[in-house]
């Protein structure tokens, strides 16, 4: 079973820089694919970004392509998730996730494909 801690949310400008983290204290990190979503307040939880468990493939929300990128460090047991030109738009709490499946070599888009989630971490963006 996964544990995930999210850190590295704030408050920061439009057009600024925030770099998530999320750590496994759990179950073994490197065979599982990992996530990142989100949800705006009054707003449904959204996929955002997401890597195997190689590192060799990832996906991305239309909406934060070449602005967000998401790593992972298996020897660190931690996925990142680098977000650049940050807009008020994305503003919301940052929730990553843990694949259900092992070795899954694609990346899933779905929520109910991840089965253990971190508590989130708040990301605010003013205008």
């Known amino acids: 079973q996964a544990q995930l801690e999210e850190s590295g949310g704030g408050l920061v400008q439009a057009g600024g820089s925030l770099r998530l983290s999320c750590v496994d204290f759990g179950r073994t990190f490197s065979t599982y694919a990992r996530g990142w979503f989100r949800q705006a307040p009054g707003k449904e939880r959204e996929f955002v970004a997401g890597i195997t468990w190689t590192g060799g493939v990832t996906s991305y929300a239309d909406s934060v392509k070449g602005r967000f990128t998401i790593s992972r460090d298996n020897a660190k047991n931690t996925v990142y998730l680098q977000m650049n030109n940050l807009k008020p738009e994305d503003t919301a709490v940052y929730y990553c996730?843990?694949?259900?499946?092992?070795?899954?070599?694609?990346?899933?888009?779905?929520?109910?494909?991840?089965?253990?989630w971190g508590q989130g971490t708040q990301v605010t963006v003013s205008s």
């Open positions: 996730a843990a694949d259900r499946l092992v070795l899954r070599s694609s990346v899933s888009t779905r929520g109910p494909d991840y089965g253990s």
